[in-house]
Each structure stands twice: as structure tokens, then as C-alpha cells.
């Protein structure tokens, strides 16, 4: 085999090992934020992991810590709720004006486009009132 051909296996080797290293270290990255995401435990976790770290706390304030965070656990998720539930308003609120200054190929495009977004597939879509009708 000439120095060719070994040069262009040997790129070729390069780029699927890079491919399949790059498909599996994504895959094992979405799949720990989806599993964080939607676990309202995980929040807290995250928080003494924060406060644990950001204050150097001896066991003792450990325990403290976590006695303050399950305690405010539930108030801290209706804060999330909270939030979540006002941005999908104001969306709702957006897509509606947008929606009167757009043709109705370009609604229902941009509705079939809001569906594909995960962020717009939990609970009732953005803009639920679909196309506005042509006069």
C-alpha cells in the first residue's frame, strides 16, 4: 500500500473516531440535562452543591444548609412555576401580535417551526389561538 492511500486512512480513521467520541460525549451531556432538568430534587442538589462550595461549610453547616433548602424547596419550584408559566404569556402575547402582521403561510409555518421546540412542546403551545383567519 502506498503513502497515499495510508494518509487517507488514516484521516478518515481520525475523523469517525472524532464522529463517534463527539456523538457519544453529546448523548451522555443531553441526556444529564434532560434528566436534570426535569427533576425538582436536582435544583436542590445543585444549590448545596453551590453553597457547600461557595461557603467552605464544615459538616455541621452542612446539615444546616440542608435543613434550609428542603425547607424552602417547595417555595423555590413555585418561583420556577412562576417564571415558566409568565414567559409562556408574554410568548402567547408576541406570537399574537406577530401573527397580524404576517401572511397565513407564514403563521402556519412559523407554528409548525414553534412545535418543534422543546420548550414549546410542555403544556398548551405558544400561541394557541393557531392561524388568524383571512378575511
Known sequence: MN???????????TFLIGLVLGVLITTTFVKHKIKRDHNPKAHVER?????????DANAEQKTQIDAI????SPEMEK?????RNGRRKLMDEVIGEMEAILEAEQI??????LKQLPEFRKGPPYGTRGPRKQN
Open 69 to 72: 433548602l428542603e425547607a424552602k
Open 3 to 13: 503513502s497515499t492511500a495510508k494518509s487517507i486512512f488514516a484521516i478518515i480513521g
Open 108 to 113: 402556519e409555518k412559523m407554528h409548525t417551526k
Open 79 to 83: 418561583v420556577r412555576e412562576t417564571y
Open 47 to 55: 444549590a448545596k452543591g453551590f453553597f457547600y462550595h461557595a461557603t
